[in-house]
């Protein structure tokens, strides 16, 4: 059975960093993160390929989020620094046993559950 665990939401101050998780149950994937605001649709935010390990950010994160992976650990993380108010929302990983990188929620076939990041003043 397929498993993706999210940790490490919480609540954090606008300017601080959080670092969320997603754990994996299989190896060779490729992994994004997308997040999904009170009343928005679900967007892209990072993911990261199998193979060479090629990262692809959101323009809204990018030079603020980082993501990257522990292959011998079947995870991915993404530190998040700079957070603003905008930020928060829901944040899912999604994987893709294909390893390649995507950007679109269909082309991902297992997520997880969620978890939630708020941004306050």
């Known amino acids: 059975q397929v498993q993706l665990a999210e940790s490490g939401g919480g609540t954090v101050q606008a300017g601080g960093s959080l670092r969320l998780s997603c754990k994996v149950s299989f190896s060779r994937y490729a992994l994004g993160w997308f997040r999904q605001a009170p009343g928005k649709e679900r967007e892209f935010v990072a993911a990261i390929s199998w193979s060479d390990g090629s990262t692809y950010y959101a323009d809204s994160v990018k030079g603020r989020f980082t993501i990257s992976r522990d292959n011998a650990e079947n995870t991915v993380h993404l530190q998040m620094s700079s957070l603003k108010l905008e930020d928060t929302a829901v944040y899912y990983c999604?994987?893709?046993?294909?390893?390649?990188?995507?950007?679109?929620?269909?082309?991902?076939?297992?997520w997880g559950q969620g978890t939630q990041v708020t941004v306050s003043s």
């Open positions: 999604a994987a893709d046993p294909s390893g390649h990188l995507y950007t679109y929620e269909h082309e991902y076939d297992y």
